[in-house]
């Protein structure tokens, strides 16, 4: 049953794992209830790491975003689906040298981080993620490399991305369109997916049975959390949620990050802990 409202028992929260999108800022927008809270958690010892669908930064970027916000963090508290692409690319396809991406410039960077060829001649793997560029000649540079065999990557599917203003296509606009026009349904790379959440908990070390899950999308966000075996928690600022009977439903919902109620002496016993 989800759980809303100011009278909500949470359960012991030992570390969080968060979405930034629409969570945590809007475009290029700080959300202030957001930045407060977890500068409390911090200043509190709560350890969290960011997980972003959002393939057009470098977990540089977003640490300079937030920073920007009041917020400092290191790196290593981000991960994004570019670097998680990669990594999958590189576990899954080992012999892949040759890829074409269609996406931002971290994209490219974080293939090339791992020791693969961008390229537009004979690819054997298509990555497709956010690209305010997009043209119809990347999209057939993909479709033919793909209807040759190409395997096909999509850093994550959401359709609609907040901004200031309302919203504009995600990535998983045009991996759809690239997807009709072969017939052929990529792997992803970013949520719904459990593999950024999994990445996440290693690198915060905490029991996953006390981390929370914070995302504004339930098709991703809460999906890659209930999947991943996380309590969920549904924020209210991003995206409007979509009711869908074959989707898993958050375990709470909550229309400010303040609503979250993190117990002081459990955040001391995790401070200890990691001290």
């Not at 809270?37 to 470098?58: D, E, I, M, Y």
């Amino acid at each position: 049953m989800v759980s809303t409202g100011s009278n909500v028992n949470w359960p012991p929260i030992e570390g969080i794992i968060s979405d930034l999108d629409g969570v945590v800022y809007r475009g290029s927008t700080a959300m202030a209830d957001a930045i407060e809270a977890f500068t409390r958690w911090q200043k509190a010892g709560l350890p969290f790491c960011f997980v972003t669908n959002n393939s057009t930064h470098t977990p540089e970027d977003v640490v300079r975003k937030l920073r920007g916000f009041g917020l400092s963090i290191a790196p290593s508290e981000v991960v994004t689906s570019a670097i998680t692409a990669a990594e999958l690319i590189r576990a899954n396809y080992p012999h892949l040298t040759r890829i074409y991406v269609i996406g931002a410039p971290s994209l490219v960077k974080a293939m090339r981080d791992v020791g693969l060829e961008v390229t537009d001649r004979t690819p054997e793997a298509v990555v497709m993620g956010l690209d305010r560029d997009i043209t119809h000649e990347k999209m057939r540079i993909a479709v033919e490399a793909i209807l040759n065999g190409a395997v096909f990557i999509g850093t994550n599917p959401d359709l609609l991305l907040p901004t200031v203003s309302g919203f504009e296509p995600g990535a998983g606009a045009t991996i759809a369109a690239v997807a009709a026009a072969t017939q052929v349904q990529p792997s992803i790379a970013g949520k719904p997916q459990v593999s950024m959440i999994e990445t996440a908990l290693s690198r915060l070390g905490t029991n996953r049975a006390s981390t929370i899950m914070i995302g504004d999308q339930v098709p991703t966000d809460i999906q890659a959390g209930k999947r991943a075996g996380l309590a969920t928690v549904l924020v209210t600022t991003g995206v409007p949620m979509r009711q869908d009977p074959l989707l898993m439903a958050p375990d709470f919902i909550v229309s400010s990050l303040r609503e979250i109620e993190v117990s002081a002496a459990r955040a001391a016993e995790v401070r200890q802990r990691r001290a």
